[in-house]
Every structure is written in structure tokens, then in C-alpha cells.
């Protein structure tokens, strides 16, 4: 599936590259010790600059998810599954990715995934699949 890749700077380098290493790494501060995603300079919640990526395991689940059943280029292959995946890790910490790997149909809320790194060029994807 074709992407738009994101333009990589200081403070989401991390997040776009640790999958390199087979690592997502997500963006923490010290100061109120909570993790926050997307990735920037301050911490949302308290205003802390004390905030640097962590590794995290990559395990989660489905918070809500949609299947898409339009091919809006003709490289896109239809159906795909766009979710919200909560991390375990804590909660209400959610991004939006793909569930790759399994039939769109067995996709459900509360659904364990664990994440699976896609390389483009010089981008580490994080997307997720049915955590067995």
C-alpha cells in the first residue's frame, strides 16, 4: 500500500526510525512520568521539557477500528483495516496504524496486537497484527 511518509526531524526521528532496532519507541516525560504520542519538544500534559523516546513492547489492543472497502489509488488493496491501537503500557495512550497480517473480517475491538515494523526507504512503519 502506497504511504505518504513523514518528514523526519529531531523530535520524531525516534518514533519513524526505531524500527530499525525492532523497537517502537515512544516519547515519555520525567517530570509527571507519562508517555504521549505524536512525539514533540514538551509533554502535553504537564509542560515538562524533560521528555525523551522510551522503548516500549510494541503490545496492544484494538480501541476502534474501521475496514475500508475503497481502493482510493490503484495500488491500494482493499480491504484494509485503519484502528486505534491502545498500548499496553498505559492507558489512553493511542495512535492510529493498520492491522496487516489477518482477514479484516476477524478485527475486533478489544483485539491483543502486537506491532511489526514496515521499511520504506528510510521510514520503520509501525503496524500492527493479531498478537497470538
Known amino acids: 500500500m502506497p504511504r505518504k511518509l513523514p518528514a523526519l526531524n529531531a523530535d520524531n526521528r525516534a518514533f519513524w526510525q526505531g524500527g530499525e532496532q525492532g ?3 515512544i516519547h515519555h516525560c520525567d517530570a509527571c512520568a507519562r ?3 505524536p512525539p514533540s519538544p514538551m509533554c502535553p500534559q504537564c509542560a515538562s521539557f524533560d521528555v525523551a523516546p522510551r522503548p516500549l513492547s510494541g503490545k496492544g489492543s484494538v480501541a476502534s477500528f474501521t ?4 481502493a482510493w489509488t490503484p495500488e ?3 480491504p484494509y483495516v485503519v ?5 499496553l503500557e ?3 495512550l493511542r495512535f492510529l496504524s493498520n492491522v496487516v497480517n489477518c482477514d479484516p473480517e476477524i478485527v ?3 483485539m491483543r496486537v502486537k506491532v ?3 521499511q520504506v526507504e528510510d521510514v520503520w512503519l509501525p503496524l500492527f497484527e493479531k498478537d497470538q
Not at 67 to 70: A, I, W
Not at 83 to 87: G, N, Q, S
Open 108 to 110: 475486533k475491538i478489544g
Open 23 to 25: 523497537k517502537l519507541l
Open 90 to 92: 498505559q492507558p489512553g
Open 76 to 78: 491500494l488493496q482493499a
Open 116 to 118: 511489526r515494523f514496515e
Open 83 to 87: 484502528a486505534i491501537v491502545e498500548l
Open 35 to 37: 508517555f504521549f504520542h
Open 67 to 70: 475496514v475500508n472497502h475503497q
